[in-house]
Each structure stands twice: as C-alpha cells, then as structure tokens.
C-alpha cells in the first residue's frame, strides 16, 4: 500500500531521516514511536510531500510518489493531520471542512456556482464535524475554538479527505483528558473499516497500546526496531532508545 | 432575487446597507441627479474605480496576493480601445477588438506572471510586478509609434458615444439624453455586472479556496489544493476586470495616455482604496472608491468654500486654504487607518456584532 525504501533527508551534514525503509498495509495502525528529535515528524513530512527525499523512495499503491508535490500526493489518497494545529484561522469550523470536502469533490474549478448552495459539500462536512463531536460548535470562527476543539477539527479535516492512508501526528497532545476519547474514537472506528492505512506518531503509550497493531521505533532519523506491540514493548532496543527518555516522553 | 444577484454575499450591517444603497442609485440617476461635466466625470471615475478596486480585492482581500501590477492591466485595457478606435474606423466593431485584444493581452500576461513567480514569497512577488509594470509603462512610452508616447492617443468613438448624438428628441426629465449619458450609462452597466460578477467568484467553491490559500496556503496544499494554479486563475481574472475597466474609461475620456491608465499614483490610490474601505468584503471596494474619488475632486472645493468662511480667523483660514487639501487628504487616511484597522466595511460590521 504505503511503502518507503531507503529514505533519506539531510538538513547540511545531519540526516534527520536516514535510509528509513518500511511499508504499510490496509487495515493495520502502525504506530511510529521514538524520542524527541527520532525523525518521526520529518519521516511524516517525507511521505506526505512537505519535504524532498535527499534520495529514497516513496510509493503509494505501487506508483512512485516521490517527486510528486503534496496537493498531488493529498489527490492520490494521503490525508495528513498536522501536530502543530494548522487551520485556516479565519474561517469558521464548517468552512474549513467544507473545504477538504470539496477538495475530495472535484468541483474544485467552480467560479461561478454559490459556495452556500451546495448542500451536499456542507452536509458531508456537517457529518464530519458529527464525527468528532463538535457539530454544536461548525459556525465558530476556527481560531476561537478552544485547543482540544482544533485538534478535533484538525482530525474532521483528514475525514473530510476520506484518505487511504491516515497520517496522524501526535493527534491528542495538548489536550485535556476528557477530549482524548473522543478522537480515539474516531481512530478506532476508521481502524475498524478495514481497508484503510493507518500512520500514526503517538508518545502516549497507552494510547499506542491500545490502538497500535504493529509499531515501528525511530532513533536518531533510523528504523531501530518493528514487529508488534507486546514484543517491541518489551525489547531492549526499545527500552534504551525510547522508554530510557520516558521522562523526556512524559512532556513531548 | 436579491440574495441571488449578491451571490449570498449580504452586507450583515444595516448602515453598510444603506450606505450602499445610496452609492448605487446615486450613480443609477447620476447624470439626472447632478447634472454637469465635472459632477458626470466624478460619476464616471467611481464606477471604474470600483471595478479597479473590486478586482483588486480579489488578490489582496481575498487571496492574499500583493500585485503593483495592477494599473498595468488597466492600461491594456485603455490602450486596446484606444489603438483601435484611432487605427480602425470609430465603430463597434473597433470597441469589441480592442477590449477584447486587450482582455486577452491582459489574461495571458497575469497567466505568465502567475505561473513564473507566484511561486515565491508574497514579497517577491510583489517587486516582480513592480518591475513588470515599470517595464511596461516605459515600453508604453517608447512606443510612440503605437501608443502615442507621452502625449497618449486621442481618437473619436462610435457615433452612439458622441456628444451630439441624441437618444430622444428633447429633454428627459430636463436633461438632454446625449451620447455622453448613453457613454455614462455603459459604463455603469458594465461596472454593475462586473461588480456583481466578482461578488460570484468570492462566494463561489472557487472563492472559498482563495480564502483558505490567504489563510493558510501550507494547509491548503496539504488538503490537495495547487495554491499557484488557483492564485494564477485569480490573478488572471482580477486582469481581465482591470482591462474591462480601462476600455470604459478610454470610450469615457477619449484620450487614453500614460497618465490616465498607467502611473503609479494610480495603484496608490487603488490600494488606499481597497484597505480603507475594508479587505476581503468587496463593498469595501465600493465604499473606499467612492469615498477617494469624491475626496480627490471635492475636497478641494469644500476647503475653498472653508476657508471663506473662516476668512477672519488668520491661522485657520490659512491651514484651510485649498492648496493644502492634499495635507487633510493625508490626515483623513492616517485617521481612517488608525481608527478602522478592517476598513470602513469591517468596522460598520463590528459595530452591528456588538449591538
């Protein structure tokens, strides 16, 4: 489905992704852990096409992605959610859905139609906003939403894509504990459809427990370690290079 | 009906409403209202400024672009008209080549622009249109053969437009209906629907993909949208408003030269316009051109009569002497920027939240 082969960015001397390779399959969550500073962001960045590959490959159903820009690679079926929120601030919550909705449409070219009289972009949206339980709140301006309210809408965005692959970075931190079911929910339940991808940066390890089929450990921008999650939990590899920082993961 | 022809786009202020209101059949009944040249030139440059300034709201209101480029594109469609009514015979057929070479020239250029250089920053952006448009304007001022040079293009247009032409026998409500009012009332026209018709745009899927790039282009190329094809599409049609209205102004004056269409004074007052009537709303732009235009040609009048009337008090009568208007022009912009950082349409919106 979603595969990487030897891929690789170096910022001047310092590979921040190096030879990573790994690949990803329909109905299976994987869950990237590692330190801070492991590559986890960068690694989503390389797939997802905000950064270019020093060199590597990156195939999305057996086509070579890899030189393709990211509102290429978001049409071909990876939805990325951002851990730093990134909305469009001034637009209301139903607005910046509608938008990944209508992205998804195809009636992007429209100049001439009313935005307002294409209901079914809105109604899809609406659903969305349902999904995350923050339908109450579609006509707030988005940059007056609280944080665990943008992190919600961040995650209605990446359904609104209905994406193959689902890439979510980190998608509960910052948030109050009475937020973060809601948004497992929603993971659990793309996870339960079966076909879809599931990418996702996680330090929580409950959270990783709970919802991971399989996890891959990043150190130091290098795969170090991948199989399932009792077994990498309890492996020496693990224990070093991330569970040794578990204060460090405590606060990222 | 209404909802329809404002594409949804309603003004949600009571006051912006009727401010607009007025503004528009004002203009309706203009040569009826305040007959006389000057008052129907007044009339004239609104309309066309309100096209200039709508349009270019769509780049910076809505899209975030910041374009110096903007007059030049008035000025194609000025000297499209003017080539060729003063080239070929002063008829219709002149009128529709010319404005439609000079939509064409226009599109293909922002197209060109776009595609190189909306790439890069806003900033840089920015510089390369400035250089664009200085290139041109120099090009237009070199080409005397074709433009004119300096001196610009004086030509007759279809006879419909002329001054002796009459439309009725006698007078109309005490006006006589001459091609200038025929030349007044196509220019309005057009200005409306072209108005409305970038009102559609904004409020259209389109549209909202504009103001998702302005908000947050990274995000926007995220979700699958290619920010520089929907920033050139939108430069491109901004272009075609800015030459549509440079041909109307070149059948209103009948001259068309590098002062009427293409200095840079001309994209000053075009962004002063936009920003103090208020980014992002296009009433703003209705509002700001209005508001500029009858500042620039009666301010000086009203300070005149000002100082008359102040004739006894030596220091205010001297402050209010109609040579310094362009000092109290400055001073109204200072303040107008101070007090309604979203314009005029964003503070007359604010105020309607509150209460």
């Known amino acids: ?252 | 009906m209404l909802r329809a022809l404002l594409s949804d786009n309603l003004p949600r202020s009571r006051w912006l409403a009727a401010v607009l209101i007025v503004i528009v059949l004002a203009l309706a009944l203009a040569p009826f209202l305040f007959p006389g040249a000057k008052s129907l030139n007044v009339a004239v440059k609104i309309c066309v400024f309100i096209v200039l300034a709508a349009s270019y709201d769509l780049l910076l209101g809505y899209t975030g672009i910041v374009s110096f480029a903007h007059t030049m594109f008035f000025g194609i469609g000025g000297y499209g008209v003017a080539i060729a009514l003063a080239r070929l015979a002063p008829d219709w057929g002149a009128v529709a080549l010319g404005t439609g070479a000079g939509v064409l020239v226009a599109v293909v250029l922002a197209a060109l622009i776009g595609l190189f250089s909306l790439r890069v920053r806003t900033i840089f952006f920015a510089m390369i249109t400035l250089a664009v448009a200085s290139a041109f304007a120099i090009l237009a001022s070199q080409l005397s053969g074709l433009t004119g040079g300096e001196d610009g293009l004086n030509y007759r247009v279809p006879e419909a437009l002329r001054p002796a032409f009459r439309l009725v026998e006698g007078d109309v409500l005490g006006v006589a209906v001459n091609g200038r009012i025929m030349t007044y009332y196509l220019v309005f026209l057009v200005s409306l629907a072209l108005v409305l018709a970038m009102m559609r745009v904004v409020s259209s899927p389109f549209g909202s993909v504009l103001m998702a790039i302005r908000e947050n282009a990274f995000r926007a190329e995220a979700i699958g949208y290619r920010t520089v094809v929907y920033r050139t599409v939108a430069s491109c049609i901004a272009a075609a408003a800015a030459a549509v209205a440079g041909a109307l102004l070149a059948l209103w004056l009948r001259h068309t030269g590098p002062d009427t269409t293409l200095s840079f004074d001309l994209m000053i007052d075009i962004l002063l316009m936009v920003v103090i009537g208020g980014m992002g709303t296009m009433y703003g732009a209705v509002l700001g051109a209005t508001l500029l235009i009858l500042a620039q040609n009666y301010l000086q009048d009203a300070m005149a009569a000002a100082s008359q009337a102040a004739s006894g008090v030596p220091l205010v009568a001297n402050l209010l002497h109609p040579d310094r208007w362009l000092l109290w022009l400055g001073l109204l912009f200072i303040l107008c920027v101070y007090f309604f950082p979203t314009g005029i349409v964003g503070r007359l919106r604010a105020a309607r939240g509150r209460g």
């Open chain 1, 1 to 252: 489905m979603l595969e990487t082969e030897g891929l690789t960015i170096r910022f001047g001397g310092h590979a921040a992704v190096d030879g990573v390779s790994c690949a990803f399959h329909p109905g299976t969550l994987t869950a990237i852990v590692g330190p801070n500073g492991a590559g986890k962001t960068t690694y989503f960045n390389l797939i997802s096409g905000q950064l270019a590959a020093t060199s590597g490959r990156v195939r999305l159903k057996g086509r070579d992605i890899t030189t393709l820009a990211a509102p290429r690679r978001a049409r071909l079926g990876l939805g990325r959610a951002f851990q730093l929120t990134n909305l469009f601030p001034n637009l209301t919550a139903l607005e910046n859905v509608r938008l990944a909705v209508q992205a998804n449409s195809g009636r992007v070219l429209d100049l001439l139609g009313r935005a307002s009289r294409h209901r079914d972009l809105a109604d899809r949206a609406m659903a969305h906003l349902a999904a995350v339980a923050l339908a109450d709140r579609a006509a707030a301006v988005s940059a007056t939403l609280s944080h665990g309210d943008q992190r919600k809408l961040e995650v209605a965005i990446l359904l609104a894509l209905e994406p193959d692959v689902f890439m979510f970075d980190e998608p509960t931190a910052g948030m109050s504990v009475d937020d973060v079911p809601a948004v497992l929910d929603v993971i659990a339940a793309i996870k339960a459809r079966g076909d879809k991808t599931i990418l996702l940066v996680e330090h929580k390890m409950d959270v990783v427990r709970a919802l991971a089929d399989r996890i891959v450990v990043l150190h130091h921008g290098q795969l170090v370690a991948d199989g399932p999650p009792a077994e990498i939990i309890a492996s020496d590899v693990v224990r070093e290079a991330y569970l040794g920082g578990a204060a460090e993961a405590g606060h990222g």
